[in-house]
């Protein structure tokens, strides 16, 4: 594996101590000597080509911000393995023709591959249309088992030693294998998933979709192995080991969304590895319309009660550095208090940005006043961003109806900020096709479906440990 040095780290070296420097955001990392020796490999823009043991350290940096993967051009294994694409369908004829032609153009040599088709009770002509490409039809064994049972029979009936998910809805991208085939050249690697982008930009649903959706991983390298983090591949383009699929169980049969979430989750408890690559891209055709959208969003939401029972383990992480609360807390009485409070806030962060700067001096690691002070400014805007998005995401309503009903002015102002904050922040970083009014509007109907989806599952279930959430401090990390 390939790795470099982050853009903004810097490796400095003061009095016999080694120190990793990130500037954005700020965080330093002391190094022993032999992984110092390791980084200063790279500090000139190098890349470092690791070796077995190297890389456990580098991924360490790497899920710490100091440095990323860079994957150069793979080359297929000189032995390809013999693949087998699953599609699970239920009337979906015209979809299942569409992903059917696109699999027929795909690179990958059509004599190692397998294409089976699982039809789950369609009344439609999705059998024939399977027939008409030459897929090996088999059936589900049943009606609307959904897609989690189906593509565990596909499985049964898969001679390949990879298996290949992909949905009905969806259509593979020329080099779809090619690209991820790859990555099973670490024998670690379990599953291998792929980059999801939209295949319509019709309605501003679609054009929402092509950036918010919940299937697209995003445009960097992620690889999950052990650790607690709720990192996962989407099954709608999804590769698997037939051999680690079979040790992990499969999908779970009753699970009809959050299935791929639950599978290579396991598969990461057992201590393999899974990968998520920009590129062996497929096309999804999202819902396009509001209802049905909303429909779906509401879907996914349901599933977190059910994962959380089945993964207790993995709950959800927030870092808040006691600093960026005090100063926050300040900041929030400023409305109720009047504008002295900023006073104390202003005086909080120099005096926090002196010290700081005074202990990294004795250390020897040099940082300018105004560098530390916009990087504290900064952890306080993210922590802003991340607490709006969370109360977004698990209680839309309650916002709503704070925001509508609350007496006083300041009451229901504050909740449509964090409501504001969430979506402006998105719209900046995800840059949709939309104007930031259409995006708002679609944005938290999402976030109003899906917290009800999840009030929802949990209700069922009588279990809401989903909104509980860990809390960690930021401090100094050493290596």
């Known amino acids: 594996m390939i790795y470099r040095l982050r853009h903004n780290v810097e490796l400095v070296e003061r009095d016999g101590a080694f120190f990793l420097m990130s500037k954005t955001p700020l965080c330093v990392l002391r190094l022993n000597r032999s992984l110092a020796d390791l980084v200063r490999r790279g500090t000139d823009g190098t890349l470092i080509d690791a070796s077995a043991e190297e890389q456990k350290i580098l991924e360490q940096l790497t899920a710490k911000g100091f440095a990323e993967r860079v994957r150069e051009a793979s080359e297929l294994p000189a032995t390809l393995p013999d693949v087998s694409v699953i599609i699970p369908v239920m009337n979906r004829a015209d979809e299942l023709r569409r992903c059917l032609a696109s699999l027929s153009q795909i690179s990958y040599p059509k004599e190692k591959l397998q294409i089976i088709v699982v039809d789950d009770g369609s009344s439609d002509d999705s059998p024939s249309v399977a027939r008409e490409f030459g897929a090996l039809l088999v059936y589900s064994g049943g009606t609307g088992r959904g897609p989690a049972a189906a593509r565990n029979v596909g499985a049964s009936n898969a001679a390949g030693e990879i298996l290949a998910f992909i949905d009905s809805d969806c259509s593979a991208s020329q080099r779809w294998l090619d690209d991820l085939i790859p990555a099973f050249n670490d024998p670690a690697m379990a599953a291998v998933g792929g980059q999801v982008d939209g295949m319509c930009s019709e309605s501003a649903v679609d054009r929402y979709e092509a950036v918010m959706s919940s299937l697209s991983i995003g445009n960097r390298e992620r690889v999950g192995n052990s650790g607690n983090d709720t990192f996962y591949l989407p099954s709608c ?160 309503l309650p916002l709503l109806i704070i925001t509508l009903f609350a007496p006083g002015l300041w009451a229901r ?67």
């Not at 202003?346 to 020897?364: C, E, K, N, Q, W």
């Not at 504001?420 to 109003?448: C, N, R």
């Open 237 to 396: 383009n999804l590769l698997v080991r037939r051999s680690a699929f079979q040790s992990a169980g499969g999908f779970k049969d009753s699970m009809h969304v959050g299935e791929d979430v639950d599978l290579t989750w396991r598969l990461r408890d057992k201590g393999l590895s899974i990968c998520y690559l920009p590129s062996g891209n497929v096309l999804h055709e999202h819902r396009s319309s509001i209802r049905s959208f909303m429909s779906r969003r509401f879907d996914y939401g349901t599933s977190e009660g059910m994962l959380q029972l089945l993964h207790p383990h993995r709950q959800k992480q927030m870092v808040i550095p006691p600093l960026s609360a005090a100063l926050l807390i300040i900041c929030l009485m400023t409305p109720f208090a009047g504008w002295w409070p900023l006073l104390p806030a202003v005086i909080l962060l120099a005096a926090d940005s002196a010290i700081i700067r005074f202990m990294f001096i004795r250390r020897g690691v040099p940082i300018g006043l105004t560098s530390l002070i916009t990087g504290r400014l900064r952890t306080v805007g993210s922590l802003i961003y991340y607490l709006s998005y969370h109360l977004v995401r698990y209680y839309t």
């Open 413 to 479: 102002v504050l909740p449509a900020a964090f409501l504001l904050i969430a979506a402006a922040v998105d719209f900046m970083i995800k840059k949709p096709q939309l104007t930031f009014a259409g995006f708002s509007i679609i944005y938290l109907l999402e976030q109003l479906a899906y917290g009800a989806g999840v009030f929802w599952g949990c209700l069922t279930r009588k279990c809401f440990t989903s909104y509980r959430v860990v809390i960690f401090r930021q401090v100094e990390q050493t290596a």
